[in-house]
């Protein structure tokens, strides 16, 4: 046991450090406990997912700060975080404040939990698929939403909101080939956990 735990330890190390710019508030840590609950319960109720590790995204912290979390589910600590895009349709008339669909051709992000299904090789290069399971996002497969990287999602944090996607989780190139390293490493599909 002693010999996994020091093969995790490297393994983690090698996948990158987190970026630890931001800092969840309270707000938001709270929120994000409740979450965390939320997606053991799924866990626990069915075999055939990760146990170790869940993908977490809370579209409530604004498009420039890292909101994409990778979190231990053992240890319950955040491993990784990274920006990530909401899709275009998602958009208000106020700045910040998102509204959701689940809707064909809305290019809006859908909430909910997701199944991170196989890989392939789209437009934007390796994405994977995404299986929703909730009836908030359960037309993501016809609606083609996928994790995938694109070039002007930026690495670091900024001041102001990055671009849009058509509704998928897009994020940069250097966060996602962490991503893909744990995803590809996964004996079981990985959730992914977008909530507002």
């Given amino acids: 046991m002693k010999i996994f735990n020091i093969i995790l330890f490297?393994?983690?190390?090698?996948?990158?450090?987190?970026?630890?710019?931001?800092?969840?508030?309270?707000?938001?840590?709270?929120?994000?406990n409740g979450q965390v609950a939320e997606v053991k319960a799924l866990i626990?109720?069915?075999s055939g997912y990760n146990t170790k590790i869940a993908f977490l995204v809370d579209m409530r912290i604004k498009s420039?700060?890292?909101?994409?979390?990778?979190?231990?589910?053992?240890?319950?600590?955040?491993?990784?975080q990274g920006l990530v895009a909401n899709g275009s349709g998602s958009e208000t008339k106020v700045?910040?404040?998102l509204k959701f669909s689940n809707e064909p051709n809305s290019r809006s992000t859908s909430l909910g939990r997701y199944?991170?299904?196989?890989?392939?090789?789209g437009m934007f290069g390796k994405s994977y698929k995404l299986l929703?399971?909730?009836?908030?996002?359960?037309?993501?497969?016809?609606?083609?939403?996928?994790?995938?990287h694109y070039s002007a999602v930026p690495e670091e944090e900024q001041d102001y909101y990055i671009s849009n996607s058509q509704g998928c989780p897009m994020v940069n190139e250097a966060f996602f080939k962490r991503l893909?390293?744990?995803?590809?490493?996964?004996?079981?599909?990985?959730?992914?956990?977008?909530y507002y």
Wanted: proline share 2%.
């Fill in 180 to 194: 893909e390293k744990i995803i590809d490493n996964s004996r079981s599909k990985i959730i992914l956990h977008i």
């Fill in 95 to 97: 700045r910040g404040d």
């Fill in 10 to 32: 490297f393994a983690f190390s090698f996948i990158g450090h987190p970026n630890k710019n931001s800092e969840l508030t309270d707000l938001e840590a709270e929120r994000f």
């Fill in 132 to 148: 929703g399971l909730d009836e908030t996002n359960n037309n993501a497969l016809k609606r083609a939403i996928v994790l995938h």
């Fill in 44 to 46: 626990n109720n069915n």
């Fill in 64 to 80: 420039g700060k890292n909101r994409f979390f990778v979190y231990d589910l053992v240890n319950d600590k955040i491993l990784d």
């Fill in 115 to 121: 199944a991170i299904g196989k890989p392939y090789t």
